[in-house]
Structures are given as structure tokens and as C-alpha cells.
């Protein structure tokens, strides 16, 4: 479709949160409307994403001997889907996107209008998105396939986060604790912590666009921790 014009509502240019509010989002089940601190768009270009490749079964059986396991598509990276009939409600995590191609949407109804965005996003790195049952469609566009993420699951939470490897799971993806990243310039760096992924204005805890040396506290209560356009940021304590 080219260029992407739509704006989520609520979207703020270099928003600082005061207290604990703010213009930005992330997991699961509440709608609301999205986008990137950073940017006044959520939404800018859609571009065509690469699809997972479907392993062979030789493949398959190396890694299940190796303890890896198998990534589950749910659905697909490119496309509308009716929520109910195409995917059901629940919470989906896409990851290996590059270059902020990687654009989804939480929509209403199917009037493709200004008003029917819920959220949205541009995503580089890792996106976690909820879409409850009350959503009517979900748009993803030059995105890796999307898989069901299980509220159960756990992992080995990492100490080193790349800066801009989008939203990364507190206590899964990311330990908590307290993060530094240095030799950020312009405000390019935006990093969020919330209590969902819907990525509503309800659900920042915290967010905040940086120049220099960022320090946040990543609490144990958090839902994600997201950033962008930052250098990698190291566990301090």
C-alpha cells in the first residue's frame, strides 16, 4: 500500500512521562490507542516482510534433540485477520523484525478510517500485542509471523538488552532490575515500561526519550520493558 498515514490517537511527539502517564504502549487485553514516543506516527511505512521458513522434519527432530523448540505460527506477518474467525483473542509475539518495517494494528471495524485504531506500531526487534475479543481486526504488515505467546511460560531472562530490540517480557525476556545505557544522542532513544500489552495510554508505567545516559529501574511488577532507538542497555543492579 506504500507509504502508511495513519496516526494512533493519543500519539505525542517526545513525551516525557510526569508522574506516571504518558503517550505510548504495551500486554494483555486492553484496547486503546498506541504509538511510538519517539515518533508522531505509529504508523509510517509498511513494508514486506520475510516469512519464517517452515524446518524439514530432519530439522525439526536435530532441535527437538537439542532441547530447542519449535516456534508455532499462529498467523502469518502480512494481512488483515478478523479477530473470532482468523485469530482468536489472545496475546501474540513477533520477533526479527529490522528496520521499523513491521507494522500492526488493532482496529474496531473494517472501515480502514482514522477512528477505527485501537493501537498501533512500528516495530523493530520484538512486538508483543493483545487483542481482545471485543477488537474486530488485526493488521500486520511486513512482519515475521506472529505466534501465541503462553501467560505460563518462562525463560532465561537476559541482563544485556539490545537498544533496539523492541519489547522484551520482565521476568521471561529481561530480569528486573536497573538498566543503563550511554552515548544515546538527539532523543532517539525511547524506552517504555508497562503493565500490558495493549498498548493503550492506560497501561505506560513509565516512559521517557533520552540523549546521553538513560537509567531506568525495571520493577519485578512490570508487564514489558520496550525500547527503541537506544544503545544496548546493561543490568547495574
Known amino acids: 500500500m506504500g507509504a ?5 490517537l493519543g500519539v505525542v511527539v517526545s513525551v516525557v512521562v510526569i508522574g506516571a502517564v504518558s503517550a505510548n504502549a504495551g500486554d494483555d487485553g486492553d484496547s486503546g490507542s498506541g ?3 519517539k515518533d508522531s506516527a505509529a504508523s509510517a511505512e509498511r513494508g514486506s516482510g520475510t516469512k519464517s521458513d517452515t524446518k524439514s522434519g530432519a530439522d525439526t527432530k536435530k532441535d527437538a534433540k537439542a532441547g530447542k523448540a519449535e516456534k508455532k505460527v499462529a498467523f502469518q506477518g502480512d494481512g ?3 479477530v473470532g474467525t482468523d485469530v482468536k483473542p489472545g496475546t501474540y509475539r513477533t520477533t526479527g523484525n529490522t528496520d521499523s518495517l513491521c507494522y500492526w494494528e488493532r482496529a474496531k471495524d473494517a472501515s ?3 477512528d477505527s485504531i485501537l493501537a498501533n506500531d512500528n516495530v523493530s526487534g520484538t512486538s508483543y500485542v493483545t487483542i481482545p475479543a471485543g ?3 488485526f493488521k500486520s504488515s511486513g512482519c515475521k509471523d506472529w505466534e501465541a505467546v503462553d501467560a505460563k511460560a518462562t525463560g532465561t531472562p537476559a541482563a544485556l538488552v539490545k537498544g533496539d530490540g523492541g519489547m522484551h517480557r520482565v521476568g521471561v525476556d529481561i530480569a528486573p532490575g536497573t538498566y543503563r545505557s ?3 544522542t538527539d532523543d532517539l ?3 517504555e515500561r508497562t503493565k500490558d500489552a495493549s498498548h493503550s495510554l492506560e497501561s505506560i508505567l513509565a516512559n521517557n526519550n533520552v540523549s546521553g545516559t538513560a537509567v531506568v529501574t525495571v ?9 527503541t532507538g537506544c544503545k544496548d542497555w546493561k543490568k547495574t543492579g
Open 4 to 8: 502508511k498515514g495513519k496516526i494512533a
Open 35 to 37: 504509538g511510538k514516543g
Open 80 to 82: 488483515d485477520f478478523e
Open 112 to 114: 480502514g478510517e482514522m
Open 135 to 137: 477488537d474486530k481486526l
Open 182 to 184: 550511554t552515548g544515546n
Open 189 to 191: 532513544c525511547y524506552w
Open 219 to 227: 520493577a519485578a511488577g512490570d508487564a514489558y520493558f520496550k525500547t
